[in-house]
């Protein structure tokens, strides 16, 4: 159990001094582009260093563990593993900055930037489609709204699925002066609003996209 704990942890080291290693060349090469400060480029050095003393001290430990140790050895290679441990977490926590952990489960549907490409803080890197919540959007006039209050279900056709489905109305709301039909006549009329209605299918379907059309029809 001791050797192989030695192991695990030298094949931990030596992955962390791979990563900084990877990580210095890459910022040595964009020190010398003007891209990065000098003091990115020593910090990944440093990290780079501290992962190389680790991956020795782990390996070493490793070794004599096979070979067998004296007391006196055993403790001092148990000093320079926790030395060696410290340097893959400072290597750890260098990486966490280089990956992106996404809000929530989804499709990834476009990525902006190329490989390669800098990108500044906070620039959007991707746009995800939370897949698992999906609506439909009406935009409809006040006078249809007797028939879309809130909770009610309705019966909506999807076109291209060839598929009627149910759902149920979860929003309503007023889309503001913008979107209000103005009435023309001086008699008989009157200014109607716009309201935008969001209906839920009861049931997953698992083949409706954004961008699809769905069909009300209106009861009569």
């Known amino acids: 159990q001791i050797i192989q704990s030695a192991y ?8 962390a001094r791979n990563i900084s290693e990877k990580t210095y060349n890459r910022m040595e090469n964009l020190y010398k582009q003007d891209v990065v400060s000098e003091q990115r480029r020593d910090e990944a050095k440093a990290a780079f260093e501290a992962a190389k003393a680790g991956e020795s001290a782990a390996r070493s430990q490793y ?3 096979k070979e067998g140790a004296q007391k006196q050895d055993k403790e001092s290679s148990q000093a320079m593993v926790d030395a060696a441990a410290g340097g893959v977490m400072e290597v750890q926590a260098l990486l966490q900055d280089q990956y992106l952990t996404a809000p929530y489960d989804g499709e990834i549907d476009v990525i902006y930037p190329h490989e390669s490409e800098l990108v500044s803080l906070g620039t959007p890197i991707m746009s995800l489609l939370k897949i698992q919540d999906k609506w439909v959007t009406f935009n409809v006039r006040e006078q249809l709204l007797g ?3 809130m909770g009610t279900e309705i019966e909506i ?7 009627k489905v149910k759902g149920t109305v979860y929003y309503v709301r ?3 002066d913008y979107a209000a039909w103005r009435a023309t006549k ?3 009329e009157w200014d109607s609003r716009t309201f935008q209605v969001k209906v839920r299918p ?6 409706l996209r954004p961008g699809m059309t769905v069909i009300w029809h209106k009861p009569n």
């Open 174 to 176: 007023d889309m503001g």
């Open 202 to 207: 009861n049931e997953p379907v698992d083949d």
């Open 63 to 65: 070794q004599m563990a």
């Open 157 to 163: 056709e999807i076109p291209s699925l060839e598929k």
């Open 147 to 149: 028939k879309l209050t």
């Open 8 to 15: 695990d942890l030298w094949q931990q080291a030596l992955a």
């Open 186 to 188: 001086a008699t008989g």
